[in-house]
């Protein structure tokens, strides 16, 4: 089945760095656009970013443009999600996802971001 799989998650200070990683199994991988998606605490899922199936075109929200950086390593099945420059207001739950022909959207478990001092 469709599987997708969060990690790199943490609590980082103002100006810090992380980077996120989504495994996807259950599906062709390299056929499907991948998505970031987040969600504040009490507010509503807001799209972060896009990365292509080949990788060569990428998407950004503006809230991130220019500190965001997504990435896809179509032989590991692998997303990835480096985020630079954090604010407090990137404090979310991140989440991997996919709209795959046939199934749906599709999302992972999430992985929590907390920048603060």
């Known amino acids: 089945q469709v599987q997708l799989v969060e990690s790199g998650g943490g609590l980082v200070q103002p100006g810090g760095s992380l980077r996120l990683s989504c495994l996807a199994s259950?599906?062709?991988?390299?056929?499907?656009?991948m998505n970031w998606v987040r969600q504040a605490p009490g507010k509503g899922l807001e799209w972060v970013s896009e990365i292509s199936n080949t990788g060569r075109s990428t998407y950004y929200a503006e809230s991130v443009k220019g500190r965001f950086t997504i990435s896809r390593d179509n032989a590991m099945n692998t997303v990835s999600l480096q985020m630079n420059s954090l604010k407090p207001e990137d404090t979310a739950v991140y989440y991997c996802n996919a709209e795959i022909l046939g199934r749906g959207s599709r999302w992972g478990q999430g992985t929590q971001v907390t920048v603060s001092s």
């Open positions: 259950g599906f062709t991988f390299s056929s499907y656009a």
